[in-house]
């Protein structure tokens, strides 16, 4: 049975938001999780601050998690000529940026949490849907 009228278009233009609506609110995500720029200044303890205030220490404190300061257009770039194709759908930057890391110290998983710091430069590998980075895989110095 073939379609009519205006059946078909609609059809498409529902697809097409249910799947710009799902990439913006996967970027939403990582930009909670993964940007911070210009680094924030939140005192000496900038992992334990960072984590709580983005949620990712509540049920359990989060093992690992990645800050990249920079632009949101840069985070963007590495999507289009930013960045080059590498294994497994995932895109590698170009050029460096300032990563802060946070690493749980161990102990308790249940809050209050405690974290590392570790900052560097480092070439960053995202997974992008569209020209938007979604998922933050690792950092390489």
Known sequence: MY???????????????????TYAADYKTFLE??????????GKNYCD???????????????????????????KGVCGKGGKAIAN????????FSVTTCKHQGGSTRPPCKYRENKSNRF????????????YDQGHI
């Open 124 to 135: 960053i590998d995202v997974r992008c849907a569209g020209n938007l980075p979604v998922h």
């Open 49 to 75: 601050t960072m984590m709580q205030r983005r949620g990712m220490t509540k049920p359990n404190c989060k093992p690992v998690n990645s800050f990249v300061h920079t632009t949101k257009n840069n985070l």
């Open 3 to 21: 379609f009519k009228g205006a059946g078909p278009v609609l059809f498409a233009l529902l697809a097409i938001a249910f799947i710009v609506e």
């Open 89 to 96: 759908g995932l895109r590698r930057s170009i050029k460096q």
């Open 33 to 42: 999780h993964h940007y911070d720029g210009p680094k924030s200044n939140v």
